[in-house]
């Protein structure tokens, strides 16, 4: 699958290079003890600048999803599904990813996922798969 990759910046690169070592980053506030995606230099919740990446579990469950049957471009395999995964350090914690290794019918909303990436050059990007 043909994809195009994100820009790495000062706050996005543990996240989007995090996979090298087999680790999701997310960033994390010490003075408020909660984690927030997307990354940022300031905690959404306490405004704090005291934030940085922190490895979580990885786990979590879908709560939306939706199958995509439109090839944008001509390297895209169809379908694919795009699934926000609330992950289970922390309730409203949520990501955007791909549902992959799995057969489209067999995704639903509730369904247990674990974290798995995918290297594209310098970037790992972090898709999900049933876990087991």
Not at 46 to 61: E, F, T
Not at 62 to 90: F, G, R
Not at 117 to 125: Q, S
Request: proline fraction near 9%; include cysteine; hydrophobic fraction near 35%.
């Amino acid at each position: 699958m043909s994809r195009k990759l994100p820009a790495l910046t000062a706050d996005t690169c543990h996240f989007w290079q995090g996979g090298a070592e087999g680790q999701l980053l997310i960033h994390f506030c010490p003075d408020c003890q909660r984690y927030f995606h997307p990354p940022s230099p300031v905690c959404p919740s306490c405004c704090s600048n005291r934030v940085g990446p922190k490895a979580v579990s990885g786990h979590g469950q879908i709560v939306s999803y939706t199958i995509n049957y439109q090839q944008w471009n001509p390297t895209l395999d169809i379908p694919y599904v795009v699934a926000i995964v609330e992950l289970d350090e922390q309730p409203g914690l949520r990501l955007l990813s791909n549902i992959v290794n799995c057969p489209t019918e067999q995704v639903s909303i509730g369904l247990q996922v674990r974290v798995c990436f995918e290297r594209y050059e310098d970037i790992w990007l972090p898709l999900f798969e049933v876990q087991t």
